[in-house]
């Protein structure tokens, strides 16, 4: 079975500077693809970026960055220069080849302090 | 503007009434989503459809039923039977269904029974 865990229930930020939301995973499918996911108050589900399982590099996408260390099954989004608008949720989700459902993690509340 | 829409963003029903909450696409999306998502936890999976007139469920089916008469529309019905249906639904599409096609969401409805 796969399972998504975001142990940061919330984190705080500066504006301006970088921060580093964790998520691991575990499945035992080969193939698999790792998203992040932005909420903001409003509700919608904003995609960020994803990482395919083979992917040899590091997917950037603009300032969202994932660092994924395939050996240690994390998948963790880097937001590079902060801004206030980045206060949201975001959530780690991954799907995989032989259980083709979306799997979200508990999400890690992000605050960026002026 | 390609998109998904929900309607209507707040729902107020009475216990033991049967709502339906619709979902349409412009996005030619073959693949649709419902999710449920209560205060301070991630997504759950309600059904999935890959293709018109088919459907799946997802983890938390019981008391949900849905339809795909049409590609573009995926509208969620949930019965009298969901012991607890106040909840954000999230309706989302992608191209396909496979590890490597990102969901996208819709703006959600909030549905509060009494």
């Known amino acids: 079975a796969q399972k998504i865990t975001q142990t940061q229930p919330g984190m705080f930020v500066q504006e301006k500077e970088a921060v580093t939301l964790d998520c691991t995973y575990d499945t035992s499918d080969q193939s698999y693809g790792l998203f992040w996911y932005k909420q903001p108050s409003s509700g919608e589900m904003i995609f960020l970026i994803y990482?395919?399982?083979?992917?040899?590099q590091n997917a950037t996408e603009g300032r969202y960055s994932l660092n994924f260390q395939k050996a240690r099954k994390s998948a963790n989004l880097v937001i590079s220069a902060s801004q206030l608008g980045d206060s949201a949720m975001y959530f780690c989700a991954m799907s995989a080849y032989n259980n083709n459902d979306m799997r979200f993690g508990a999400g890690t509340r992000l605050t960026v302090k002026p | 503007d390609g998109g998904i829409t929900q309607s209507p963003k707040y729902l107020f029903r009475k216990e033991g009434q049967n709502v339906t909450l619709s979902c349409e696409q412009n996005?030619?999306?073959?693949?649709m989503y419902w999710y449920r998502q209560d205060p301070g936890q991630g997504l759950r999976l309600i059904y999935y459809?890959?293709?018109?007139?088919?459907?799946q469920k997802g983890d938390i089916a019981e008391g949900y039923s849905v339809s795909r008469e049409k590609k573009e529309s995926f509208p969620l019905t949930v019965t009298s039977a969901q012991k607890n249906p106040t909840a954000f639904y999230l309706c989302?599409?992608?191209?396909?269904?496979?590890?490597?096609?990102?969901?996208?969401f819709g703006p959600g409805t909030r549905l509060t029974v009494t």
């Open positions: 459809s890959q293709i018109v007139n088919d459907f």
């Open positions: 996005l030619n999306h073959d693949a």
């Open positions: 989302a599409s992608s191209i396909g269904k496979g590890f490597a096609y990102e969901q996208y």
């Open positions: 990482q395919g399982s083979y992917d040899e």
